[in-house]
């Protein structure tokens, strides 16, 4: 997916209304998860990029903040400079209660961030 090299064209709109609807697809785990969980879009703005990816990229993230925080907190700041995903789980190197992924996910956001020339830590 983050390797096709032919769908450069294409263009997210980062907006408002984009942000709510990929952030509820997660309600029910952050409400199983007792996570306090926050979101702020700093401005609306345009991404060259295929909307698939930037949803990857979001979801995967906020995945493994959500499953790794239980009765914690977790933070999503979105600006055209940047995306935070801030948490207070058990971190990588701790296995989360009950959770074993695979890594792909984390794994998936890497390859998208590598294709776009974008920094991921």
Known sequence: MARNEGDDKACVD??????AKI????EPTIKAN???FHY???????????????????????KNALNCSV???VDLFISPQR????????GLD??????????????IVRDICEKYHWQFS
């Open 94 to 107: 701790a296995q989360p209660r009950g959770y074993e992924g695979f890594g792909i996910g984390l794994n």
């Open 14 to 19: 980062i907006s408002a209304e984009s942000i």
């Open 71 to 73: 009765e914690g907190k």
């Open 23 to 26: 952030v509820s697809d997660f």
């Open 40 to 62: 702020a879009l700093q401005c609306e703005f345009n991404l060259d990029l295929q909307p698939l990816l930037f949803a990857a990229v979001i979801k995967n993230l906020l």
């Open 83 to 90: 995306i935070d995903v801030i948490d207070n789980g058990v």
């Open 34 to 36: 007792q996570v306090n």
